[in-house]
Every structure is written in structure tokens, then in C-alpha cells.
């Protein structure tokens, strides 16, 4: 069973940067679960966004963050970030992190397949 926990939201300006941070339960690190970054913005659907597995450590992004949005994991911490660059208006959003042990690469972008969330932290992008 897996337990997340994210942090790092706040307020940037438009071209700004933000790194936001989840913390994973040891138990999903050594078990090479999928662990991904969804948004949702008001009156909007969750958005996939970005994708890592804990012990391999591939990683996919959606087109709207793609080049300006880093994934990485720290294994020794138990750790996956989401570095976000070039931030916009548009992405302001709650961000949350999500993982699951069978998820598969060709699904991640299904919010109905992961089955741990943390409990959000909101990112807002304004001048």
C-alpha cells in the first residue's frame, strides 16, 4: 500500500519556475510502481501530466508540458519531483500526485487507473 504526500505549491509569475515535490511511501519505491503528476483546474477534467516509474525510472509527459516540465525520482529519498519551467497562466492548477503497481506506460494518462493520491497542492500562476 502505498502513501504520497506533495508539496511545494505556491504563487510564481508568468515565465517562473516551481518545483513540486511527493513523497512515496518506501513500500511503493521498492516495488517499481508508476507514479505520475495530474493537474485540475477549475471547471476542468484532471490532466495527466507527467509519469515515472520508481525503480526504472522512464518517464513520458503529456504535450502541454512537454520541454518545460522535468520528472525525476531520488531513490535514496523516496522522492519524485515535478521541476516545471516557462510557467503560464495556464497552468495554474491543484497538482497531484498519483501512483499504482500496475499501471502500465500505455495507460497513464487514465486517473481511473491509479489507485494512491496524495492530497494536492496548488500552483498559481499570476502577475
Known amino acids: 500500500q502505498a502513501q504520497l504526500r506533495e508539496s511545494g505549491g505556491g504563487s510564481v509569475q508568468p515565465g517562473g519556475s516551481l518545483r513540486l515535490s511527493c513523497e512515496v511511501s518506501?513500500?511503493?519505491?521498492?516495488?517499481?510502481?508508476?507514479v505520475a503528476w495530474f493537474r485540475q483546474a477549475p471547471g476542468k477534467e484532471r490532466e495527466g501530466i507527467a509519469f515515472?516509474?520508481?525503480?526504472?525510472?522512464?518517464?513520458l509527459y503529456s504535450d502541454s508540458v512537454k520541454d518545460r516540465f522535468t520528472i525525476s525520482r531520488d531513490i535514496t529519498q523516496n522522492m519524485v519531483y515535478l521541476q516545471m519551467d516557462s510557467l503560464t497562466p495556464e497552468d495554474s492548477a491543484m497538482y497531484y500526485c498519483?501512483?499504482?503497481?500496475?499501471?502500465?506506460?500505455?495507460?497513464?494518462?487514465?486517473?481511473?487507473?491509479?489507485?494512491?493520491w496524495g492530497q494536492g497542492t496548488q500552483v498559481t500562476v499570476s502577475s
Open positions: 518506501e513500500t511503493a519505491y521498492s516495488s517499481n510502481y508508476g
Open positions: 498519483a501512483a499504482d503497481p500496475f499501471i502500465s506506460a500505455d495507460r497513464w494518462l487514465r486517473s481511473a487507473e491509479y489507485g494512491y
Open positions: 515515472i516509474t520508481t525503480v526504472g525510472g522512464s518517464s
